[in-house]
């Protein structure tokens, strides 16, 4: 059974402070990591997908990075916009993980 | 290109009436999967459909159920709706419903029991 966990559960960060975000994983067989934001109310947005072991992909202020058993999702001078919750999900029917909740203070 | 869309985004109904969703995925996409969205167990997956046929199924009751129509658009029911059922529906949808496809995903149906 496919199993993902997200830590930290919150995060509180000032404005330009870097950090990352971490999602473990258990599968048997890696088909394809997901990365989502999802504000209050709204569906998730999809950020990146990862297909294999040292892949990284960018987008602005983010870094997406995986291994064989976790991936990162790194912050880089975060802004106040960027507080959302931050999900990780391995395969189709997805299997998500619980989530890291991100607050930016300016 | 539009996203997906889901109808309605807002519905209250009461224990032991039955509801039905709809979603509409991005044009060109045929694969659709729904999602329950909760505060105490997270996102959890239902079922997903492709090319009008369940290809892969969520651990949810019988309750639960769903299809695909010719054009892509999927429905989603649950019946004898209980309070437990409350929660944010979502549709997301892929091109070609592979493991490895990315799904959109919608904006959601709040679904409140009373």
């Known amino acids: 059974e496919d199993q993902v966990t997200q830590s930290p559960e919150a995060l509180r960060l000032q404005e330009g402070e870097s950090s990352s975000l971490n999602c473990s994983y258990t599968v048997s067989g890696l088909r394809g990591l997901f990365w989502y934001r999802q504000d209050p109310g709204k569906g998730p947005e999809f950020l990146f997908t990862?297909?294999?072991a040292g892949e990284e992909k960018e987008k602005e202020r983010l870094k997406a990075t995986l291994t064989k058993k976790e991936s990162f999702l790194h912050i880089t001078a975060p802004k106040p916009e960027d507080s959302a919750t931050y999900l990780c999900?391995?395969?189709?029917?997805?299997?998500f993980g619980g989530g890291t909740r991100l607050m930016v203070k300016p | 290109k539009a996203g997906v869309t889901q109808t309605p985004r807002y519905l209250i109904k009461t224990r032991g009436q039955q509801v039905t969703l709809s979603c509409s995925p991005i044009?060109?996409?045929?694969?659709v999967s729904w999602y329950q969205q909760t505060p105490g167990q997270g996102l959890q997956f239902l079922f997903e459909?492709?090319?009008?046929?369940?290809?892969n199924k969520g651990n949810f009751p019988g309750r639960f159920s769903g299809r695909q129509f010719s054009n892509s658009r999927s429905e989603m029911n649950v019946s004898t709706l209980e309070l437990g059922d409350s929660a944010l529906y979502l549709c997301?949808?892929?091109?070609?419903?592979?493991?490895?496809?990315?799904?959109?995903f919608g904006p959601g149906t709040r679904l409140t029991v009373l």
């Open positions: 999900a391995v395969h189709r029917g997805l299997t």
């Open positions: 459909y492709f090319s009008e046929t369940q290809r």
């Open positions: 044009s060109g996409h045929r694969s």
């Open positions: 990862l297909y294999s």
């Open positions: 997301a949808s892929g091109e070609a419903g592979g493991s490895a496809d990315t799904q959109y």
